[in-house]
């Protein structure tokens, strides 16, 4: 089967989330049919609102940890069906873990009937608070099972598990991505991530929530770096991954702070409160795996980014 052919049915679990409502949009200017699915949990019908009236465009509000049925074809399946800001995956916890098993073993018994690719939208989470910097794919990781971050974490781990033994079991065609962190235009304005919430903030001139004393590294792509990185992935031939897509470049919260005041000319204080239970201090993609395998790279710089995004939260908020 051919899968770099643009005018398959896509699935999308999570497709009116932040991540699935740019994915939908690029596949939709491919010429793909998509099926967006969505609990609306997280995600938002406005994320995807201008798609409905396309003819290409179907959206079914569902929950991946029910059976999943799509009536006709399905050629492949990008599963992003899962709460992904830490203040929106511990609100519910054992549901997180739920979507993260059941879901995908459901997501790949489809897959399984339909004869579809299936690629999973994994996580740096996986690496946990890493030993190793910068993380590589074959980096197994530091993961506290016991911890709050635990129900994605490990959750996002076993979806991994899951995928290789349908993979060995069954011969499922399945593709792993690591994403790193990544921001833009449709965040949601209670996402609780660290982007939105400085942006949100250095607008309406509130305090600058800064948690620990701001020395801890994160390395954050734009949206647009990784929708390419994910579509590159699915129609790359022969290869499983895991392939981490994120952006190298590393700075500390602190100076993502100083940078976001810069650039809204806000007169915001920065506050400092307490760190999260088992926050990650640093974390940084390797990326030569994606660069050979896919030939991709991010293109789009911290400072290029943040002014889009921030020019999307001034126009909704
Ligand atoms: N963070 C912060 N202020 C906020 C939100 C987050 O200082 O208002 C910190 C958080 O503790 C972490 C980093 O920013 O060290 C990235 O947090 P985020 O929740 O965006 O993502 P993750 O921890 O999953 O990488």
Redo the contacts with the bound molecule.
Sequence with gaps: MNFNNPTKTILVTGGAGFIGSHLCAALLERGSKVVCLDNLYTGKKSNIERFLKSPLFTFLEADITDSVNIEGDVDSIYNLACSA??KAYQRNPVKTVVTNVEGMINILNLAKEKNARVLQASTS?VYGDPLEHPQKENYWGNVNPLSPRACYDEGKRCAETICMDYNREYSTDVKIVRIF?TYGPNMSLDD????S??IIQALAGENI????D?S?T?SFQYIDDLIKGLIAMMDAESFIGPVNIGNPNEFT?KKLAEKVKKLTKSKSNIVYKA??ID??KQ?QPDITLAKRELKWSPQINLDAGLKKTIAYFASVI
Aim: net charge positive; no cysteine; proline share 13%.
């Design positions: 800001s830490p989470e962190n609780g991530r660290v982007v919430n400085f929530t800064m948690y620990g701001g801890q994160r919260i760190l999260p926050d990650p974390r």
